[in-house]
């Protein structure tokens, strides 16, 4: 957790933040998508987290992949924006509780440049038929990615 978030969590303890956020559907040259299992919860879902203050959403997903991968990444596009509250409310382990704003990109794994943070216990890439349960906030995204269909998707 960065400054930013502790501080505003000691504001405001485990109550519900609209947080904007930011990820990357990488995928590898057979399609297949690119999953972390969070060591948090142990579930999977797509690299990414919180924008930091004074950084946009593309620099923040470069950073995040970076940051849970261990891999430096190409941005290819824009997968949508993902703001339902049904979907994009999250309850963290510890009880604090956000509802995202996410900017999703595609985007292809380009060198690696160091190992996964420890908020990263396995990093897989998946085809659509063998696809874990994914994170709830991460299915509409990855559903999305494996569609197939026109680009960007607003939901």
Excluded at 15 to 30: L, N
Excluded at 55 to 64: G, H, N, T
Excluded at 105 to 118: A, N, T
Aim: proline content about 6%; charged content about 30%.
């Amino acid at each position: 957790m960065d400054a930013y978030l502790r501080w505003l969590r000691s504001k405001i303890g485990h109550e519900v933040i609209k947080a904007p956020g930011a990820g990357v559907v990488v995928r590898d040259d057979q399609g297949r998508v690119l999953l972390t299992r969070r060591s948090d919860d142990g579930t999977w879902g797509l690299l990414g987290g919180w924008l930091s203050p004074g950084e946009s959403a593309l620099e923040a997903a470069r950073r995040e992949v970076l940051e849970e991968s261990g891999w430096e990444v190409e941005v290819t596009g824009l997968l949508g924006v993902y703001s339902d509250p049904a979907e994009m409310r999250w309850t963290y382990p510890n009880g604090d509780q956000a509802e995202f704003v996410n900017v999703i990109f595609e985007g292809r794994l380009l060198r690696q440049v160091g190992e996964p943070d420890d908020e990263t216990l396995e990093l897989r890439f998946f085809s659509r038929e063998d696809l874990p349960e994914v994170r709830p906030n991460d299915r509409r995204p990855v559903a999305d990615a494996l569609s197939g269909a026109p680009r960007p998707f607003v939901r």
